[in-house]
């Protein structure tokens, strides 16, 4: 994971409620981008075959779509 600059984490128990405004402020408005993202690139393909290197560009643009300091609050 390290050589795609991604650092995985792990929780304590019981301590999720603390990442609960996330799910408002960045997971939702993430996954929301990300169907449409996706929704766009399939309609204009008739067949993909999906990869990981396809994904991760979803993943960008979604993102960067998604992840702004208007739309967190910031």
Same mark, same amino acid.
């Given at each position: 994971?390290?050589?795609?600059?991604?650092?995985?984490?792990?929780?304590?128990?019981?301590?999720?409620?603390?990442?609960? !405004?996330?799910?408002?402020?960045?997971?939702?408005?993430?996954? #929301?981008?990300? *169907?449409? %993202?996706?929704?766009?690139?399939? !309609?204009?393909?008739?067949?993909?075959?999906?990869?990981?290197? #396809?994904?991760? *560009?979803? %993943?960008?643009?979604?993102?960067?779509?998604?992840?702004?300091?208007?739309?967190?609050?910031?």
């Amino acid at each position: 994971m390290k050589d795609f600059g991604l650092d995985m984490i792990t929780l304590p128990s019981h301590t999720s409620y603390a990442l609960q !405004s996330l799910n408002v402020s960045c997971f939702k408005p993430f996954k #929301i981008a990300f *169907r449409k %993202v996706k929704d766009i690139i399939m !309609s204009k393909s008739n067949h993909m075959e999906l990869d990981k290197i #396809i994904l991760a *560009r979803w %993943v960008d643009q979604a993102l960067a779509q998604s992840l702004t300091k208007k739309k967190s609050g910031l």
